[in-house]
């Protein structure tokens, strides 16, 4: 399957955020295919560690990393692209492990990447029929696992909480009375099942918009497999440790769980969360303490895509990014940061 060319999101938005300077060093936490990453190597004479969990995307990394190469301050392969294999919730560890112990920038994009949506074979589509796999870093359960073998109740959990799917229930009673016949193992097989238990949306009607019955069902597996929630949660502490006084942070949400745990951290770490009760008991004893903000918000109102961009790219429709500047604030750690 030839892979349809991927659009990075509100870029020009995020290097603008980021404002790289010669002798930066960046940290682009989803390359992907590498258009954030090559966007901020054009912009300034800087370095990029590329992190990314899907081994596909280090190897474009590796390939990109020619195109910038300046051994005279480089890393170790000899570019200003330092591609570096593992999950963005461990960042401040493989960019301490790569000689790196602070950054001066951080740009997430938690987006699938269009090759994982374009490849049949990675599973991650309703759109292409291929194994019903989800899994990002080609490793552990699949989400084919999963719909054969979690109970109706906690496919049905999954399903509303994490692809906010009203028809939730309805669905996994679809998926376990299914699977006693013959195994779901096919993402076409599983989009039909789904399309015909959740109800296209009325012509006209903005309540669901205009995506297939089967989205909510597919993003919920995708998150649950590869545990993004988690990730991003762990994405956002490992950013706040390896930023250095003064750094960026960038992050490009595509739906409202993600977009929310990034409001909510933002605001909390900048101080703009509500002050707790006097009357609850730590403040009582006196136990509350004071923490300085380790970022300051230029705005709590999300970027959103201009209708030119959405037009040149449907995907962007959906696209929020939240900025943050580092102070010089120790990082949150442990249980001040619960």
């Not at 959740?198 to 998150?223: C, E, Y």
Request: hydrophobic share 40%; aromatic share 4%.
């Amino acid at each position: 399957m030839t892979g349809s060319l991927h659009i990075s999101v509100l870029l020009a938005e995020v290097v603008t955020a980021l404002a790289p300077k010669a002798g930066d060093c960046h940290l682009d936490g989803t390359f992907g295919v590498g258009g954030y990453t090559r966007a901020i190597l054009e912009a300034a004479d800087c370095t990029v560690l590329a992190v990314d969990r899907d081994p596909d995307a280090i190897a474009r990394a590796q390939t990109l990393a020619q195109d910038f190469l300046a051994p005279e301050h480089g890393g170790p392969n000899g570019s200003r692209l330092i591609p570096l294999h593992g999950r963005f919730g461990e960042m401040d560890s493989l960019a301490r492990a790569a000689g790196y112990p602070n950054v001066d920038g951080v740009t997430l994009d938690l987006g699938v990447s269009s090759p994982q949506l374009d490849e049949a074979e990675r599973g991650f589509s309703f759109r292409f029929d291929g194994p019903l796999d989800m899994r990002m870093e080609r490793d552990g359960p699949t989400a084919a696992d999963v719909v054969n073998e979690a109970s109706e109740k906690e496919l049905a959990d999954i399903i509303f909480h994490l692809g906010e799917e009203r028809y939730a229930r309805r669905v996994a009673k679809a998926i376990v009375t299914a699977r006693t016949t013959t195994p779901i193992r096919r993402t076409g097989e599983l989009a039909e099942l789904v399309r015909r238990v959740v109800p296209s949306a009325p012509a006209g009607s903005s309540s669901r918009g205009n995506i297939d019955s089967a989205t909510r069902t597919f993003q919920a597996l995708r998150i649950h497999v590869n545990r993004e929630l988690e990730e991003l949660d762990q994405g956002l502490d490992a950013a706040e440790r390896l930023l250095a006084p003064g750094g960026r942070l960038a992050v490009v949400s595509f739906h409202s769980l993600e977009d929310r745990r990034v409001k909510t951290f933002l605001r909390q770490r900048s101080g703009r969360t509500a002050n707790p009760s006097r009357h609850t008991p730590d403040a009582i004893a006196g136990k509350r303490a004071e923490r300085a903000p380790t970022f300051t918000l230029t705005s709590t109102r999300p970027i959103a895509p201009s209708e030119e961009e959405i037009a040149r790219n449907p995907r962007a429709r959906s696209a929020r990014l939240r900025v943050g500047h580092r102070t010089d604030a120790p990082a949150w750690t442990g249980q001040e940061a619960a």
